[in-house]
Protein backbone atom coordinates (compact mmCIF):
# COMPACT_ATOMS: atom_id res chain seq x y z
CA UNK A 1 0.00 0.00 0.00
CA UNK A 2 2.88 2.39 0.98
CA UNK A 3 4.12 1.93 -2.70
CA UNK A 4 0.88 2.43 -4.01
CA UNK A 5 -0.05 5.24 -2.13
CA UNK A 6 3.50 7.45 -3.13
CA UNK A 7 3.40 6.69 -6.49
CA UNK A 8 0.14 7.59 -7.17
CA UNK A 9 0.03 11.38 -8.76
CA UNK A 10 -1.65 13.67 -6.63
CA UNK A 11 -1.95 17.29 -5.96
CA UNK A 12 -1.41 19.35 -2.83
CA UNK A 13 -3.55 21.72 -1.97
CA UNK A 14 -3.42 23.09 1.63
CA UNK A 15 0.23 23.28 1.98
CA UNK A 16 2.74 26.17 3.94
CA UNK A 17 5.77 26.67 3.12
CA UNK A 18 6.77 27.88 6.29
CA UNK A 19 5.63 24.66 7.29
CA UNK A 20 8.39 22.74 5.36
CA UNK A 21 11.11 24.22 7.34
CA UNK A 22 12.64 21.12 8.83
CA UNK A 23 14.82 21.18 11.95
CA UNK A 24 17.66 20.72 9.77
CA UNK A 25 17.65 23.35 7.53
CA UNK A 26 16.20 25.65 10.54
CA UNK A 27 20.00 25.40 12.03
CA UNK A 28 21.52 25.77 8.24
CA UNK A 29 19.94 28.97 7.72
CA UNK A 30 20.39 30.09 11.39
CA UNK A 31 24.12 29.54 11.14
CA UNK A 32 24.40 31.20 7.85
CA UNK A 33 22.75 34.19 8.72
CA UNK A 34 24.01 34.15 12.12
CA UNK A 35 20.97 34.15 14.25
CA UNK A 36 21.03 32.22 17.86
CA UNK A 37 18.12 29.63 18.06
CA UNK A 38 16.67 28.82 21.74
CA UNK A 39 17.49 25.20 21.28
CA UNK A 40 21.17 23.27 21.26
CA UNK A 41 20.46 20.41 18.65
CA UNK A 42 17.82 19.28 16.24
CA UNK A 43 16.91 16.46 18.31
CA UNK A 44 16.31 19.12 21.54
CA UNK A 45 13.78 21.15 18.82
CA UNK A 46 12.15 18.12 17.87
CA UNK A 47 11.45 17.82 21.18
CA UNK A 48 9.56 20.70 21.12
CA UNK A 49 6.95 19.97 18.75
CA UNK A 50 4.19 18.02 21.02
CA UNK A 51 1.39 21.19 20.95
CA UNK A 52 -1.74 20.94 23.05
CA UNK A 53 -3.40 23.05 20.59
CA UNK A 54 -3.59 25.20 16.99
CA UNK A 55 -1.83 28.45 19.08
CA UNK A 56 1.10 25.97 20.74
CA UNK A 57 2.01 24.82 17.51
CA UNK A 58 1.69 28.89 15.72
CA UNK A 59 4.05 30.08 18.52
CA UNK A 60 6.85 27.53 17.68
CA UNK A 61 6.29 28.15 13.98
CA UNK A 62 6.23 31.77 13.61
CA UNK A 63 10.01 31.75 15.80
CA UNK A 64 10.81 29.51 13.36
CA UNK A 65 10.33 31.60 10.47
CA UNK A 66 12.63 34.23 11.84
CA UNK A 67 15.68 32.45 10.65
CA UNK A 68 14.06 33.04 6.88
CA UNK A 69 15.92 36.31 5.69
CA UNK A 70 16.79 36.42 2.16
CA UNK A 71 15.76 35.57 -1.03
CA UNK A 72 18.05 32.83 -1.44
CA UNK A 73 16.31 31.45 2.00
CA UNK A 74 13.22 31.60 1.09
CA UNK A 75 14.34 30.06 -2.55
CA UNK A 76 16.24 27.13 -0.46
CA UNK A 77 12.75 26.64 1.74
CA UNK A 78 11.50 25.91 -1.12
CA UNK A 79 13.49 23.95 -3.38
CA UNK A 80 13.69 21.64 -0.44
CA UNK A 81 9.76 21.02 -0.25
CA UNK A 82 9.90 20.41 -4.21
CA UNK A 83 11.87 17.48 -3.65
CA UNK A 84 9.74 15.94 -1.20
CA UNK A 85 7.09 16.55 -4.13
CA UNK A 86 9.42 14.59 -6.59
CA UNK A 87 10.21 12.28 -4.82
CA UNK A 88 5.95 11.66 -3.69
CA UNK A 89 4.28 12.01 -7.06
CA UNK A 90 3.16 15.54 -6.51
CA UNK A 91 2.87 16.91 -9.68
CA UNK A 92 0.57 20.29 -8.97
CA UNK A 93 0.86 21.95 -5.61
CA UNK A 94 -1.00 25.07 -4.54
CA UNK A 95 1.13 26.24 -1.71
CA UNK A 96 0.24 29.16 1.22
CA UNK A 97 2.74 31.90 2.22
CA UNK A 98 2.63 34.15 5.16
CA UNK A 99 3.90 37.45 3.83
CA UNK A 100 3.34 39.58 7.03
CA UNK A 101 5.54 37.06 8.90
CA UNK A 102 8.48 38.05 7.62
CA UNK A 103 7.45 41.74 6.45
CA UNK A 104 6.48 42.43 10.44
CA UNK A 105 10.48 41.35 10.52
CA UNK A 106 11.51 44.06 8.13
CA UNK A 107 11.80 41.37 5.29
CA UNK A 108 10.92 43.55 2.33
CA UNK A 109 7.81 41.27 0.36
CA UNK A 110 9.91 41.42 -2.62
CA UNK A 111 12.49 39.40 -1.21
CA UNK A 112 9.87 36.56 0.57
CA UNK A 113 7.93 36.69 -3.15
CA UNK A 114 11.13 36.18 -5.46
CA UNK A 115 13.06 33.53 -3.77
CA UNK A 116 9.64 31.59 -3.50
CA UNK A 117 8.25 31.90 -7.15
CA UNK A 118 11.48 31.63 -9.05
CA UNK A 119 11.85 28.51 -7.29
CA UNK A 120 8.10 27.33 -8.22
CA UNK A 121 9.27 28.49 -11.75
CA UNK A 122 12.63 26.36 -11.85
CA UNK A 123 10.46 23.29 -10.43
CA UNK A 124 8.08 23.76 -13.21
CA UNK A 125 10.91 23.97 -15.87
CA UNK A 126 12.81 21.11 -14.86
CA UNK A 127 10.13 18.71 -13.41
CA UNK A 128 6.75 20.05 -15.02
CA UNK A 129 5.47 20.12 -11.39
CA UNK A 130 2.72 23.08 -11.86
CA UNK A 131 1.63 25.50 -9.27
CA UNK A 132 -0.51 28.07 -7.88
CA UNK A 133 0.48 30.62 -4.73
CA UNK A 134 -1.46 31.63 -2.61
CA UNK A 135 -0.97 34.56 -0.20
CA UNK A 136 -2.69 34.30 3.10
CA UNK A 137 -3.40 36.86 5.35
CA UNK A 138 -3.01 36.53 9.19
CA UNK A 139 -6.27 36.82 10.93
CA UNK A 140 -4.56 37.33 14.37
CA UNK A 141 -4.00 41.15 13.10
CA UNK A 142 -6.24 43.72 11.79
CA UNK A 143 -7.98 44.41 8.53
CA UNK A 144 -5.79 47.17 8.26
CA UNK A 145 -2.66 45.31 8.09
CA UNK A 146 -3.92 42.60 5.54
CA UNK A 147 -4.75 45.52 3.90
CA UNK A 148 -1.22 47.37 3.42
CA UNK A 149 -0.45 43.12 2.51
CA UNK A 150 -2.40 43.36 -0.21
CA UNK A 151 -1.38 46.59 -0.91
CA UNK A 152 2.20 44.96 -1.51
CA UNK A 153 1.19 42.72 -3.45
CA UNK A 154 -0.01 44.37 -6.29
CA UNK A 155 2.60 44.63 -8.32
CA UNK A 156 3.35 40.83 -7.82
CA UNK A 157 -0.13 39.86 -8.83
CA UNK A 158 1.40 38.00 -11.86
CA UNK A 159 2.91 35.52 -9.22
CA UNK A 160 -0.49 34.77 -6.92
CA UNK A 161 -2.96 32.84 -8.02
CA UNK A 162 -5.20 34.07 -4.55
CA UNK A 163 -5.76 34.91 -1.20
CA UNK A 164 -6.37 32.58 1.69
CA UNK A 165 -6.62 33.16 5.69
CA UNK A 166 -4.80 31.63 8.42
CA UNK A 167 -3.36 31.66 11.85
CA UNK A 168 -5.65 31.82 15.31
CA UNK A 169 -9.24 30.84 13.94
CA UNK A 170 -10.66 31.34 17.48
CA UNK A 171 -11.60 35.29 18.49
CA UNK A 172 -11.02 35.84 14.84
CA UNK A 173 -13.92 34.81 13.00
CA UNK A 174 -14.38 35.48 9.04
CA UNK A 175 -16.43 39.16 9.22
CA UNK A 176 -13.12 40.59 10.13
CA UNK A 177 -11.68 40.13 6.69
CA UNK A 178 -15.21 40.11 4.65
CA UNK A 179 -14.00 43.74 3.00
CA UNK A 180 -10.20 42.75 1.57
CA UNK A 181 -11.42 39.63 0.47
CA UNK A 182 -14.01 41.67 -1.56
CA UNK A 183 -10.96 43.69 -3.10
CA UNK A 184 -8.77 40.69 -3.67
CA UNK A 185 -12.31 39.19 -5.68
CA UNK A 186 -12.42 42.60 -7.29
CA UNK A 187 -9.15 42.17 -8.66
CA UNK A 188 -10.00 38.51 -9.98
CA UNK A 189 -7.99 36.90 -7.18
CA UNK A 190 -9.12 33.33 -6.31
CA UNK A 191 -10.29 32.97 -2.67
CA UNK A 192 -9.58 30.44 0.23
CA UNK A 193 -9.63 30.36 3.87
CA UNK A 194 -9.29 28.45 6.78
CA UNK A 195 -12.30 27.43 8.54
CA UNK A 196 -13.77 24.72 11.12
CA UNK A 197 -10.38 23.74 11.86
CA UNK A 198 -10.62 24.74 15.59
CA UNK A 199 -13.34 27.18 14.97
CA UNK A 200 -17.14 26.42 14.72
CA UNK A 201 -19.14 25.14 11.46
CA UNK A 202 -20.67 28.27 11.33
CA UNK A 203 -17.33 29.93 10.38
CA UNK A 204 -17.51 27.75 6.98
CA UNK A 205 -20.50 29.24 6.45
CA UNK A 206 -19.46 32.59 7.31
CA UNK A 207 -16.58 31.92 4.93
CA UNK A 208 -19.00 30.91 2.23
CA UNK A 209 -21.51 33.64 3.03
CA UNK A 210 -18.91 36.90 3.73
CA UNK A 211 -16.11 36.07 1.99
CA UNK A 212 -17.43 34.60 -1.04
CA UNK A 213 -14.48 31.78 -0.79
CA UNK A 214 -13.66 29.20 -3.87
CA UNK A 215 -12.68 26.36 -1.21
CA UNK A 216 -12.13 25.60 2.36
CA UNK A 217 -9.39 24.77 4.65
CA UNK A 218 -9.92 22.22 6.82
CA UNK A 219 -13.18 22.67 7.39
CA UNK A 220 -13.87 19.25 9.57
CA UNK A 221 -15.95 20.63 12.08
CA UNK A 222 -18.68 21.17 9.21
CA UNK A 223 -19.88 18.13 9.96
CA UNK A 224 -21.46 19.18 13.60
CA UNK A 225 -24.12 20.99 11.16
CA UNK A 226 -25.96 18.40 9.15
CA UNK A 227 -27.29 21.51 6.64
CA UNK A 228 -24.06 22.14 6.11
CA UNK A 229 -22.86 19.42 4.97
CA UNK A 230 -25.91 19.17 2.63
CA UNK A 231 -24.94 22.40 1.14
CA UNK A 232 -21.32 21.11 0.77
CA UNK A 233 -22.15 18.55 -1.28
CA UNK A 234 -24.73 19.94 -3.58
CA UNK A 235 -22.70 23.02 -4.17
CA UNK A 236 -19.26 21.01 -4.49
CA UNK A 237 -17.23 23.04 -2.39
CA UNK A 238 -14.04 20.96 -1.65
CA UNK A 239 -12.38 20.76 2.04
CA UNK A 240 -8.68 20.97 1.88
CA UNK A 241 -8.25 18.66 4.59
CA UNK A 242 -5.00 17.69 7.00
CA UNK A 243 -5.38 14.65 8.60
CA UNK A 244 -1.88 14.75 10.64
CA UNK A 245 -2.11 18.33 11.15
CA UNK A 246 -5.76 17.43 12.92
CA UNK A 247 -3.99 14.76 15.41
CA UNK A 248 -1.13 16.83 16.24
CA UNK A 249 -3.07 19.81 17.07
CA UNK A 250 -5.60 17.89 18.81
CA UNK A 251 -8.58 18.24 16.52
CA UNK A 252 -9.22 14.75 16.94
CA UNK A 253 -7.77 12.84 19.86
CA UNK A 254 -6.45 9.83 17.45
CA UNK A 255 -6.71 9.25 13.77
CA UNK A 256 -9.26 6.59 13.73
CA UNK A 257 -12.02 9.57 15.16
CA UNK A 258 -11.04 10.99 12.24
CA UNK A 259 -13.99 12.01 9.81
CA UNK A 260 -12.34 12.68 6.42
CA UNK A 261 -13.50 9.15 4.72
CA UNK A 262 -16.95 9.48 6.20
CA UNK A 263 -17.26 12.78 4.73
CA UNK A 264 -15.83 11.37 1.59
CA UNK A 265 -18.35 8.69 1.56
CA UNK A 266 -21.26 10.73 2.04
CA UNK A 267 -20.31 12.86 -1.34
CA UNK A 268 -17.97 15.99 0.31
CA UNK A 269 -15.48 16.54 -2.09
CA UNK A 270 -12.42 16.61 0.62
CA UNK A 271 -8.73 16.34 -0.27
CA UNK A 272 -5.11 14.97 1.45
CA UNK A 273 -3.10 17.67 2.23
CA UNK A 274 0.21 18.06 5.01
CA UNK A 275 -0.85 21.68 6.27
CA UNK A 276 2.90 22.28 8.14
CA UNK A 277 4.82 19.51 7.24
CA UNK A 278 7.78 19.66 9.20
CA UNK A 279 6.01 20.19 12.51
CA UNK A 280 3.12 17.38 12.01
CA UNK A 281 5.24 14.08 11.36
CA UNK A 282 4.85 13.82 7.39
CA UNK A 283 4.49 14.87 3.96
CA UNK A 284 1.64 13.46 1.63
CA UNK A 285 2.42 9.97 1.40
CA UNK A 286 2.69 9.57 5.12
CA UNK A 287 -0.79 11.40 5.38
CA UNK A 288 -2.83 9.26 3.30
CA UNK A 289 -0.35 6.14 4.97
CA UNK A 290 -2.02 7.44 8.26
CA UNK A 291 -5.55 7.20 6.61
CA UNK A 292 -4.85 3.42 5.53
CA UNK A 293 -3.51 2.59 8.93
CA UNK A 294 -5.88 4.21 11.21
CA UNK A 295 -8.91 4.03 9.05
CA UNK A 296 -8.47 1.04 6.85
CA UNK A 297 -8.46 3.95 3.81
CA UNK A 298 -9.08 1.53 0.39
CA UNK A 299 -7.30 2.18 -2.83
CA UNK A 300 -10.64 2.69 -4.28
CA UNK A 301 -10.64 6.18 -1.58
CA UNK A 302 -7.33 6.93 -2.32
CA UNK A 303 -7.78 7.46 -5.69
CA UNK A 304 -10.84 9.33 -5.22
CA UNK A 305 -9.21 11.89 -2.78
CA UNK A 306 -6.78 12.45 -5.84
CA UNK A 307 -9.04 12.71 -8.10
CA UNK A 308 -10.42 15.10 -6.16
CA UNK A 309 -7.42 16.98 -5.46
CA UNK A 310 -6.74 17.91 -9.24
CA UNK A 311 -10.59 18.37 -9.79
CA UNK A 312 -10.89 20.68 -7.01
CA UNK A 313 -7.50 22.56 -7.69
CA UNK A 314 -6.93 25.95 -9.56
CA UNK A 315 -5.22 24.45 -12.12
CA UNK A 316 -6.96 25.52 -16.06
CA UNK A 317 -9.19 22.68 -17.31
CA UNK A 318 -6.76 21.72 -19.94
CA UNK A 319 -4.27 20.72 -17.06
CA UNK A 320 -6.70 19.20 -14.50
CA UNK A 321 -7.57 16.53 -17.74
CA UNK A 322 -3.96 15.55 -17.92
CA UNK A 323 -3.87 14.81 -14.53
CA UNK A 324 -7.00 13.05 -14.18
CA UNK A 325 -5.79 11.27 -17.33
CA UNK A 326 -1.92 10.53 -15.93
CA UNK A 327 -4.09 9.09 -12.71
CA UNK A 328 -6.84 6.82 -14.69
CA UNK A 329 -3.33 5.17 -16.52
CA UNK A 330 -2.30 4.72 -12.95
CA UNK A 331 -5.25 3.19 -11.58
CA UNK A 332 -5.01 0.44 -14.95
CA UNK A 333 -1.70 -0.55 -14.16
N1 LIG B 1 -0.69 28.38 9.74
C1 LIG B 1 0.05 27.31 9.48
N2 LIG B 1 -0.63 26.19 9.73
C2 LIG B 1 -1.86 26.57 10.17
C3 LIG B 1 -3.01 25.88 10.59
N3 LIG B 1 -3.08 24.56 10.63
N4 LIG B 1 -4.08 26.60 10.99
C4 LIG B 1 -4.03 27.93 10.98
N5 LIG B 1 -2.97 28.63 10.58
C5 LIG B 1 -1.89 27.95 10.19
ZN1 LIG C 1 -3.17 25.34 7.18
Sequence with gaps: MENFLNAMPKAELHLHLEGTLEPELMFKLADRNGIELPYDSVEQLKAAYDFGNLQDFLDLYYQGANVLQTEQDFYDLTWAYIEHCRAQHVIHVEPFFDPQTHTDRGIPFETVINGI???????????????????????????AAAFETLKQAEPHLDKIIGI????????????????????????????????????????????????????????????????????????????????????????????????????????????????????????????????????????EQALELARNSFEYSFASRERKDEMLALLSQYQMT
Excluded at 194 to 221: C, F, K, T
Excluded at 245 to 271: A, E
Aim: hydrophobic share 40%; proline share 4%; charged share 25%.
Design 117 to 143: SRALDDAKARFGITYGLIMCFLRHLSE
Design 164 to 299: GLDSSEKGHPPAKFERVFAKAREWGLLLVAHAGEEGPAQNVIDALDLLHINRIDHGVRASDDPELIKRLIEDKIALTVCPLSNTRLKVFSDMSKHNILDMLDSGVKVTVNSDDPAYFGGYMTENFMALYRSLNMSK
